[in-house]
T-cell receptor, first 114, second 116 residues
């Protein structure tokens, strides 16, 4: 079964600092990987997706993620944090085959301080 | 705005009751997915419908059922409600039925269910 593990349920960074949110996946076949963001009282918004076209994926709001097969990782980064980045971030893997349900990690809450 | 509409936004009910959550997918999307988000279980896939047919089933309780209608809107029915069913229920929609670069799931804002 495919799964993702997000290390760190809470991450706190200063405004302007590097953001690094960690995600490791487990899959017996090449996965599709996603990062979603959830702002308070809102639904999930897609930040970026990896679908085997390129290992470095650029998303919205200055975020990017790199697929590293050797490390089974798909960490999310942003060079400079903004206060507006404070939210919960979910890594997810899509099951291969005919169904496309998403399996989510437990989420990482990002806090941005002045 | 994702284009996925969920109603109602909030629902408060009592144990033992039955409720119906509604989802309208984005225009042109044929797949609808239901997810449950709770503090103890996190975000869990419940069920997927594609063009009116059940496509995949996840951790959905027997007390829960869903359907997708000819106009592609979907309803999630929760019955014999228990305190533990209190959660945020999300609907998502996508164009296709399987995996693929273009089959992105777009999420609604969710229905917050409180069972008292």
């Amino acid at each position: 079964a495919q799964s993702v593990t997000q290390l760190g349920s809470h991450v706190s960074v200063s405004e302007g600092a590097l953001v690094l949110l960690r995600c490791n996946y487990s899959s017996s076949v090449p996965p599709y990987l996603f990062w979603y963001v959830q702002y308070p009282n809102q639904g999930l918004q897609l930040l970026l997706k990896y679908t085997s076209a390129a290992t470095l994926v650029k998303g919205i709001n200055g975020f990017e993620a790199e697929f590293k097969k050797s490390e089974t990782s798909f960490h999310l980064t942003k060079p400079s944090a903004h206060m507006s980045d404070a939210a919960e971030y979910f890594c997810a893997v899509s099951h291969t085959g005919t169904a496309s349900k998403l399996t989510f990690g437990t989420g990482t809450r990002l806090q941005v301080t002045l | 705005d994702s284009g996925v509409t969920q109603t109602p936004k909030h629902l408060i009910t009592a144990t033992g009751q039955r409720v119906t959550l509604r989802c309208s997918p984005r225009s042109g999307d044929l797949s609808v997915y239901w997810y449950q988000q709770s503090l103890d279980q996190g975000l869990q896939f419940l069920i997927q419908y594609y063009n009116g047919e059940e496509r995949a089933k996840g951790n959905i309780l027997e007390r829960f059922s869903a359907q997708q209608f000819p106009d592609l809107h979907s309803e999630l029915n929760l019955s014999s409600l228990e305190l533990g069913d209190s959660a945020l229920y999300f609907c998502a929609s996508s164009v296709g039925r399987g995996t693929g670069a273009k089959n992105i799931q777009y999420f609604g804002a969710g229905t917050r269910l409180s069972v008292l």
